[in-house]
Nanobody, 120 residues
Framework: VQLQASGGGLVQPGGSLRLSCAAS????????MGWYRQAPGKQRELVGT???????TYADSVKERFTISRDNAQKSVYLQLNALKPEDTAVYYC???????????????WGQGTLVTVSS
């Protein structure tokens, strides 16, 4: 069972990127999914979350610029990053609560991280 994130890269200020994260393995159900980020020298912080029913929450710093979405059939979560700023530079991690076949509850899993660099 794993989460695989992709889509990071180098982008100029004001630009856009779309991050993807797919869950794979013997997964019975997926609860909340989300994205965190960790900038150099800083603690990991929440970017946004989305419930199985589609309710979204965002950090104040990314509201109106980032959009989180999910595709339950594809077991995937996405993060659309618009109007990027240099301070958005960070490693972005996806996370999801996964109920694995044979287990008795949801367990949080993390992707490996994908680097977003915003620079001119």
């Amino acid at each position: 069972v794993q989460l695989q994130a992709s889509g990071g890269g180098l982008v100029q200020p004001g630009g856009s990127l779309r991050l993807s994260c797919a869950a794979s393995g013997s997964i019975f159900s997926i609860a909340n999914m989300g994205w965190y980020r960790q900038a150099p020298g800083k603690q990991r912080e929440l970017v946004g979350t989305i419930t199985a029913g589609g309710r979204r929450t965002y950090a104040d710093s990314v509201k109106e610029r980032f959009t989180i979405s999910r595709d339950n059939a594809q077991k995937s979560v996405y993060l659309q990053l618009n109007a990027l700023k240099p301070e958005d530079t960070a490693v972005y991690y996806c996370t999801a609560g996964l109920w694995i076949y044979g287990s008795s509850d949801y367990v949080p899993y993390w992707g490996q991280g994908t680097l977003v660099t915003v620079s001119s």
